[in-house]
């Protein structure tokens, strides 16, 4: 062991441990209770956020999750506390399930498997076809692009919304407000996957929605404070854009006097686009190979430079 301690006490929570438990390392002592003698943290954010200042022995929160923006940044700064995430942990499993809302909406598949099982034989032939749409990505992450890599086979042409100009698998960049623009007004499919920052908060607002395409289709897969909720409600409830499709809400979960339950152009999922089992295994890999690094004081996969 590398840190030149007997035993360091991580809390795990129950469900991870039992998947992960014969190839943990045996200087470790796990604990399912926020103990106070906790050096690692592997879960949540939500489920430590309240604990920090009484955890004193705290060095290093393994993060099962990507987005970290709940945090007490400057505490765990001021602490020298180490942090890393689960970035490309569920980037795969979330763009099939973009994919499969896309086409779901499309294809009416909701409207035939209701006539199937009514026993209804009632033909429709203003389906919408995906073959040579064009798709705009707010985010340029491995969720977009592991969206883009599926989509390419229905010859689509994408842009993008990113800090960075550097090369990449998208047929346009672009990096300013004015370029944003630009994507929100001739993309027939908006694909909004970013995380959750100052920067982010809001920033598709209603003048950026008012420049939707009436026939456009909305996704949100990053977080739901990106953008302006109430007046997304407005818009689909007018019909002003075809749909939307919403894994992040600002408030999760859904309330049932949630206005989005009444939406018929919208379709949900309560933010679990991206639990699969294929993720649970890349999850648990993560975890350990990060909990052996950080023993034998290796390089840490997903660090937040802090």
Same mark, same amino acid.
């Given at each position: 062991m590398g840190l030149g301690v007997d035993k /360091?006490?991580?809390f795990i929570p129950k469900r991870i441990h039992e998947q992960i438990e014969d190839e943990l390392d045996k200087s470790w002592k796990v604990v399912h209770e926020l103990d106070k003698d906790v050096?690692? !943290?592997?879960? /949540?954010?939500?489920?430590i956020n309240d604990h920090l200042d009484k955890l004193k022995n705290l060095k290093y929160l393994l993060l099962i999750t990507a987005g970290y923006d709940t945090l007490d940044i400057s505490f765990l700064k001021e602490h020298g506390i180490r942090l890393t995430n689960a970035r490309d942990v569920y980037s795969v499993s979330i763009a099939e399930m973009v994919v499969a809302q896309i086409l *779901? !909406? *499309?294809k009416g598949l909701e409207t035939y498997h209701d006539q199937q099982e009514r026993r209804i034989w009632k033909p429709y032939f203003d389906f919408i076809d995906l073959e040579g749409a064009k798709v705009g990505f707010i985010g340029g992450g491995s969720i977009a692009g592991e969206i883009l890599k599926r989509l390419k086979g229905f010859n689509i042409t994408s842009s993008v919304y990113r800090r960075s100009n550097e090369p990449s698998l998208f047929d346009e960049t672009y990096n300013t407000i004015e370029g944003l623009q630009k994507l929100m007004a001739k993309s027939d499919y908006i694909i909004n996957t970013l995380p959750l920052s100052e920067s982010t908060t809001n920033l598709i607002d209603k003048p950026l929605f008012d420049l939707m395409h009436k026939d456009a289709f909305y996704v949100n897969v990053g977080r739901g404070q990106t953008h302006d909720e109430s007046y997304l409600i407005k818009l689909l409830n007018a019909h002003k854009i075809r749909g939307a499709y919403l894994d992040v809400f600002h408030t999760e979960p859904l309330l049932e006097s949630s206005p989005y339950w009444q939406i018929k152009n919208l379709l949900i999922t309560p933010h679990n686009s991206s639990n699969t089992p294929l993720s649970d295994k890349v999850l648990m890999k993560l975890i350990v190979n990060n909990l052996n690094n950080y023993l034998t004081q290796n390089p840490l996969i997903n660090e937040i430079k802090l």
């Amino acid at each position: 062991m590398g840190l030149g301690v007997d035993k /360091m006490y991580i809390f795990i929570p129950k469900r991870i441990h039992e998947q992960i438990e014969d190839e943990l390392d045996k200087s470790w002592k796990v604990v399912h209770e926020l103990d106070k003698d906790v050096d690692v !943290f592997v879960g /949540m954010a939500s489920q430590i956020n309240d604990h920090l200042d009484k955890l004193k022995n705290l060095k290093y929160l393994l993060l099962i999750t990507a987005g970290y923006d709940t945090l007490d940044i400057s505490f765990l700064k001021e602490h020298g506390i180490r942090l890393t995430n689960a970035r490309d942990v569920y980037s795969v499993s979330i763009a099939e399930m973009v994919v499969a809302q896309i086409l *779901n !909406f *499309n294809k009416g598949l909701e409207t035939y498997h209701d006539q199937q099982e009514r026993r209804i034989w009632k033909p429709y032939f203003d389906f919408i076809d995906l073959e040579g749409a064009k798709v705009g990505f707010i985010g340029g992450g491995s969720i977009a692009g592991e969206i883009l890599k599926r989509l390419k086979g229905f010859n689509i042409t994408s842009s993008v919304y990113r800090r960075s100009n550097e090369p990449s698998l998208f047929d346009e960049t672009y990096n300013t407000i004015e370029g944003l623009q630009k994507l929100m007004a001739k993309s027939d499919y908006i694909i909004n996957t970013l995380p959750l920052s100052e920067s982010t908060t809001n920033l598709i607002d209603k003048p950026l929605f008012d420049l939707m395409h009436k026939d456009a289709f909305y996704v949100n897969v990053g977080r739901g404070q990106t953008h302006d909720e109430s007046y997304l409600i407005k818009l689909l409830n007018a019909h002003k854009i075809r749909g939307a499709y919403l894994d992040v809400f600002h408030t999760e979960p859904l309330l049932e006097s949630s206005p989005y339950w009444q939406i018929k152009n919208l379709l949900i999922t309560p933010h679990n686009s991206s639990n699969t089992p294929l993720s649970d295994k890349v999850l648990m890999k993560l975890i350990v190979n990060n909990l052996n690094n950080y023993l034998t004081q290796n390089p840490l996969i997903n660090e937040i430079k802090l």
